[in-house]
């Protein structure tokens, strides 16, 4: 029903924004991750998700179109609803959660409030056929010029590799999304060490 809501941001609040579009202000329920891209006073766009139930109507908001449909395709996982998709969406970035999805990164998923091992390997098992990111209806993890599938060439086996080390995919997603998926693991590996050492 609502694509998206654009406006002045009026206020903000623990979870969620009103933006004011034509004198009428739409109270979204949103993500940490969207919060810290507005301000109060300043103009806004949020994509929109419309929850409707017996005995409530919530509107979700979120910064980006990515975020939109890592939401949407949250909430289609048994066991997920709006309050503990968005609580993920909190916890890390699509890119990060499509990383860790992709390596079977428990742990991670996990760090989202609401979410215990078992619910967190149902997202794994269901979804990880599911994040081919690069279309407008999935999530990307772009580097400089390019998209990274991480579902795709040596990346998955280096994030498993890495998180042997001692690392989580919320830690290497923002180095390792800017590679080429194509170099072999041992580079890979190689690469993201360094970046994160430069940090």
């Known amino acids: 029903m609502y694509y998206s809501v654009r ?7 623990t979870g969620f924004a009103v933006v004011e579009c034509g004198g009428v202000g739409y109270k979204c329920l949103t993500t940490i991750n ?84 078992k619910l967190a390997q149902r997202l794994i098992l269901e979804l990880k056929d599911k994040f081919n990111f690069g279309s407008s209806e999935d999530f990307s993890a772009s580097g400089p010029g390019q998209v990274v599938t991480v579902s795709a060439g040596n990346v998955p086996k280096a994030i498993e590799a890495l998180s042997v080390l001692g690392y989580s995919s919320a830690d290497v997603s923002p180095f390792i999304s800017t590679l080429d998926p194509t170099l072999p693991v041992e580079q890979l590996i190689g690469e993201t060490l360094k970046m994160m050492g430069r940090k």
Do not use: C, W
């Not at 939401?71 to 993920?88: D, E, R």
């Open 7 to 13: 406006g002045e941001v009026i206020h903000l609040g």
């Open 34 to 117: 969207t919060q810290k891209n507005l301000a109060v006073g300043s103009q806004a766009k949020l994509y929109t998700y419309l929850s409707v139930r017996e005995d409530a109507m919530e509107l979700f908001g979120f910064y980006s179109e990515e975020e939109l449909n890592a939401y949407k395709t949250l909430i289609g996982v048994s066991g997920v609803g709006p309050k503990v998709g968005l609580a993920i969406l909190s916890a890390m970035s699509p890119q990060q959660l499509s990383l860790a999805i992709a390596s079977g990164d428990v742990k991670t998923i996990t760090l989202a409030q609401g979410v215990g091992k």
